[in-house]
């Protein structure tokens, strides 16, 4: 439960920090909106990503890193057009800023194991 919780202030950090990234923006109460925002990408990773990873499961593991970015990225767009205050612009913006979250999830999960 702690762990999980960290991951949701780390990801809440990463968003405010990416919402410099131009073609993302945050309005709004930017803080409550990234938390909304934090916790829709959880959600959506805990229901939607595992199913559509889980199809590409047997595929080679530059096909599966490719994938998960897209899946990743899908989730981040997805979110956008959820969360009123909340937008992703272009696709390669929801690319950059999955890229960057896995990287530090991939770096945090290492720190804690």
């Known amino acids: 439960m702690m762990k999980t919780l960290i991951n949701w202030v780390i990801g809440a950090l990463l968003l405010w ?3 410099f990234i131009p073609f993302m923006a945050i309005s709004f109460n930017r803080w409550v909106t990234i938390l909304i925002v934090a916790m829709a990408l ?3 990773n805990a229901l939607i990503v595992p199913a559509a990873k889980n199809l590409f499961k047997k595929s080679t593991s530059l096909l599966l890193l490719l994938v998960s970015l897209v899946i990743d990225a899908a989730a981040l ?3 956008g057009l959820i ?3 909340f937008t992703i612009e272009f696709f390669p913006t929801a690319i ?3 890229v960057v979250l896995s ?6 999960s290492k720190a804690s194991a």
């Open 42 to 44: 959880g959600l959506i």
């Open 103 to 108: 990287l530090v999830n991939v770096g945090f």
């Open 77 to 79: 767009w997805l979110a």
């Open 17 to 19: 920090l990416m919402s």
């Open 83 to 85: 969360v009123p205050g």
């Open 96 to 98: 950059i800023a999955a």
